[in-house]
């Protein structure tokens, strides 16, 4: 009964909105919220919205309650007021007769005059107000893109999943223009922990300076690479830039000749690993995916501090050490290189340690911080050590490119180490980490895992966290999409690669905001009401004029105009 509703749903829309490509949310209750079901012959998707007038505005909105990306239009300068209308149960409908004549008809009108009905009145009294000044003549950082990553676990997933169709539409959801318009990727040289073992290439022979086993893709990286070229072709991505980071070398070159615990890089290898470095890059490009950047790699501290907590594969660099290992080795076998353009990101940890980590760098070698372009950041731990870190940081930084490169949720002792799925609040957490770090002056944005299992795996050493989809694998024929998969889009989705970060200064803190002049010269607002109430927003555009928008509590919104 339900589901033909469903069906009757997106029918109209489907055919009112013009374009067959754009699909409503299949949603689904799980324990803690919900969810959008993919399976290989549905998905939803969104076209990218047009606008036909120059006062015309695209607004799209996800909320707790269950609206995925709504899509809904209007124009600066006409109604005194828009109200989206919050997601309603279709329960009640449902258990009587759908054949009713009134439910067809609602929806018809509803899908005819877009979400706002007229004389809906919000309840006044709960209703906040805020007023948002937009500036496009103040601008700020340019955006470089945003994106996930490709691990041995995403692609033993992919695997799994029989189906080509549910496979492509994994893809297309994070990197089409019709899903989340992801352009950056971030991907292992090598094992990292979420893989099914720890592996690196040339692990044997053992002391090969030579490296003579890297001359073709290891098992594991012949699938992945078909995977990650298939996504290519059937996303469309424009552009698609992947960055490469190590998380261990093959144990012969480590002090403790073992994957983990505490194990530095031995001296005598340092020019091999930086062959190794270039060797990937060469092998990637030479099979079908040029390489954008890659880091210094992944967490030095996990090999030199942490090796009491960190039971996966980890290098252990202190800043001296690895200001060396750049300045004589990585930098220039690089730079001498055909790949000299490629982009090289320091630090590649935890905020709490990049100031120290750069100034020790420079200290030890100040010409090594010339080799680095960008500085990527993981996001864990920056509840305790806030935005001063990132100002420290750019003492030593200047003009160079700030990505997060890490992120997830579940890393915690106090956090479940697995997906709470359909959970909002943990969608909340990367809309309030988003927001601050866009205001701090990122410009792009590398989530963790695009797809995990329903632990939170396979990790190879039980290092289970949550992820934006959600897998099952019990039969592998569904995929889950979370609300965090939404919240990031509410970023990516209508802020290409090139945007410049404008002005938005609300007047209370009732809204959270950043916006942006793509380059096409539209502005994207992205609006985040993370209050129980309502909220009423005031946008002010210098060049159009105000427009209000009525939200419903616990929502956020992205707005495009001219
Ligand atoms: C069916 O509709 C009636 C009248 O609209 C409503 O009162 C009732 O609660 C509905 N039944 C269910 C099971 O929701
Ligand atoms: C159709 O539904 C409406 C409201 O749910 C109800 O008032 C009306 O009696 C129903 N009509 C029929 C013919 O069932
Ligand atoms: C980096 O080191 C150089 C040389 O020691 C020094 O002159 C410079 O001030 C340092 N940079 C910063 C930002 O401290
Ligand atoms: C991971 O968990 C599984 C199942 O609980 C267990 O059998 C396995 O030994 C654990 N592996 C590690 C490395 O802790
Ligand atoms: C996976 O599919 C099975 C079979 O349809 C179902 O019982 C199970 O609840 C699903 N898992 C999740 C996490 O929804
Ligand atoms: C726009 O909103 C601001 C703030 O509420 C107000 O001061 C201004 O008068 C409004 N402008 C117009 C043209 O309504």
Redesign the pocket.
């Known amino acids: 009964m339900c589901r033909s509703l469903f069906l009757l749903g997106s029918l109209l829309i489907a055919i009112i909105g013009g374009n067959a490509e754009t699909l409503p949310c299949k949603l689904k209750d799980t324990q803690y919220g919900k969810v959008c079901v993919c399976t290989s012959d549905y998905c939803d998707y969104l076209e990218n919205p047009t606008l036909s007038k120059d006062s015309e505005f695209a607004l799209i909105s996800s909320t707790k309650k269950g609206l995925r990306f709504e899509l809904s239009k209007g124009n600066f300068g006409a109604e005194d007021k828009y109200i989206i209308k919050d997601y309603e149960e279709p329960?009640?409908q449902c258990?009587?007769d759908t054949n009713n004549a009134t439910v067809i008809s609602r929806l018809i009108d509803e899908a005819l005059t877009g979400i706002f009905p007229n004389a809906e009145k919000a309840s006044t009294s709960t209703t906040r107000f805020v007023t948002i000044k937009l500036d496009r003549s103040k601008r700020f950082q340019r955006i470089e893109g945003f994106g996930g990553s490709f691990t041995g676990a995403v692609s033993y997933l992919l695997e799994n999943y029989k189906e080509q169709e549910i496979q492509d539409h994994l893809y297309k959801s994070f990197y089409a223009d019709k899903g989340l318009g992801f352009n950056l990727m971030r991907v292992a040289m090598g094992g990292c922990d979420f893989d099914l073992e720890a592996w690196a290439y040339n692990e044997l022979p053992e002391n090969d300076i030579k490296l003579t086993k890297m001359d073709k893709l290891d098992d594991r990286d012949v699938i992945r690479v078909e995977q990650i070229k298939r996504l290519r072709e059937v996303s469309g991505v424009k552009n698609m830039r992947i960055k490469g980071a190590a998380w261990s070398a093959p144990p012969w070159m480590k002090t403790n000749n073992r994957w983990t615990g505490f194990g530095r890089l031995k001296r005598e290898f340092y020019q091999t690993w930086a062959d190794y470095h270039l060797k990937w890059v060469e092998l990637m490009e030479s099979n079908g995916l040029p390489i954008w950047a890659i880091s210094t790699g992944n967490e030095p501290t996990n090999g030199v501090f942490f090796m009491f907590f960190v039971k996966f594969m980890s290098l252990g660099w202190t800043p001296q050490t690895q200001a060396i290992w750049l300045d004589e080795h990585l930098g220039p076998t690089f730079r001498k290189s055909k790949y000299k353009d490629i982009v090289i990101f320091g630090n590649d940890d935890q905020r709490y340690t990049s100031p120290y980590w750069f100034k020790l760098m420079n200290q030890t070698r100040p010409n090594s911080l010339k080799y680095i372009d960008g500085v990527a950041l993981h996001w864990y731990w920056d509840e305790i050590f806030g935005s001063s870190f990132v100002e420290k940081t750019n003492d030593y930084m200047v003009d160079k490119i700030q990505i997060i490169s890490e992120s997830c949720i579940g890393d915690k002792p106090w956090q479940q180490a697995k997906p709470l799925i359909g959970s909002w609040d943990r969608a909340e957490k990367y809309g309030r980490s988003y927001m601050s770090h866009i205001k701090d002056g990122f410009q792009g944005w590398i989530d963790w895992n695009i797809i995990l299992d329903e632990e939170g795996g396979p990790n190879y050493v039980n290092n289970t966290v949550d992820a934006p989809v959600v897998a099952n694998t019990t039969t592998y024929t569904e995929f889950y999409k979370q609300p965090m998969f939404y919240m990031i889009g509410h970023f990516s989705k209508l802020v290409p690669e090139g945007s410049v970060r404008i002005e938005a200064i609300p007047s209370n803190v009732n809204l959270d905001a950043v916006a942006f002049l793509r380059p096409d010269d539209k502005i994207a607002a992205v609006l985040f009401n993370s209050g129980r109430a309502d909220l009423d927003i005031v946008i002010v555009d210098t060049v159009h004029g105000n427009v209000t928008l009525n939200v419903p509590a616990k929502s956020i919104h992205t707005i495009l105009y001219n």
Request: charged share 0%; glycine share 0%.
């Open positions: 329960t009640a258990s009587n």
